[in-house]
């Protein structure tokens, strides 16, 4: 590749991959910074069209990824399978390809990543360990696009896996930032769902028919203990109104699940009656 070529790249790129050829000049790797962007090159060809969730190509990922590993010390095999690592996951180039285009120890090491090898605890290479490491670190940095109950089991999946991959790497930095990431994350779920119960009972009273249960427990409590031959429930008989308007409260405050259930219940049997 030609200096004209790769300074156009450069610039068509921004400034993130221009950051990544600098970490290789300032460690004085200048002559691999042609594979870097042949790696690049493939990987962007492979994911054009694809976005993230937050909106973005879907290259930006894999040079962020590329990125954290050239800042911790990742030798250039690794960055280049950072650059590639979802390219057989998630496009058709086949495994051959980067075999032919890229060698055994780059090609090997986005097998070991396709296949998940770091997660089933085998014998990888520090190389591998890094990338998957990275991946998830951006993952994280960026999982507030998706679904709360993934972002739940990838916070999880973090503490239980990956921060200890970090430690063994030697990154405590890495190691702390996600572990501040994963539980600020389990957190904020722990609270949206705290702050989302009431509003859901609330929404779950108004369905019910507030006026039928002011008329039904009104009636109760007024001492209705033969309305509808059984239809009532024998507890609602029992406790008139209060208990009426007790099960209201408590659906309203999420303190009983079926309440909502419950209360739909006894309105349909009293407009029955």
Not at 30 to 49: C, M, Q, S, T, V
Not at 114 to 126: H, L, P
Not at 229 to 235: I, L
Request: proline share 3%.
């Amino acid at each position: 590749m030609t200096l004209r070529a790769l300074c156009r790249i450069s610039w068509t790129m921004g400034s993130t991959m221009g950051g990544l050829a600098r970490i290789l000049s300032d460690t004085r790797r200048n002559r691999d910074i042609p594979l870097l962007f042949h790696a690049y090159e493939l990987a962007e060809r492979a994911h054009r069209g694809q976005r993230r969730r937050s909106g973005d190509r879907y290259i930006t990922h894999p040079v962020e990824v590329a990125t954290i590993v050239a800042r911790h010390g990742g030798t250039v095999p690794a960055i280049c399978a950072a650059l590639l690592h979802d390219v057989v996951e998630d496009t058709g180039v086949r495994a051959s390809v980067l075999h032919a285009e890229f060698g055994a120890e780059i090609a090997g090491a986005v097998d070991a990543l396709t296949a998940g090898v770091v997660r089933e605890g085998g014998a990888v290479s520090r190389e591998v360990m890094l990338v998957a490491v990275a991946d998830r670190l951006h993952n994280l940095r960026t999982l507030r696009y998706v679904a709360p109950a993934k972002r739940r089991r990838a916070s999880i999946d973090t503490l239980a896996v990956h921060v200890p991959l970090a430690r063994r790497l030697e990154i405590p930095a890495v190691a702390a930032e996600m572990t501040d990431l994963a539980c600020a994350t389990l957190d904020g779920l722990e609270r949206r769902a705290v702050v989302l119960r009431p509003g859901r009972a609330v929404a779950a009273v108004r369905r019910v028919d507030v006026r039928g249960v002011v008329e039904a427990g009104a009636a109760l409590g007024g001492g209705a203990a033969v309305v509808g031959s059984g239809a009532v429930p024998e507890w609602a008989v029992a406790t008139g109104g209060a208990g009426v308007f007790a099960l209201a409260v408590a659906v309203l405050f999420g303190r009983d699940p079926r309440g909502a259930q419950r209360l739909a219940g006894l309105i349909a049997a009293w407009k029955r009656r």
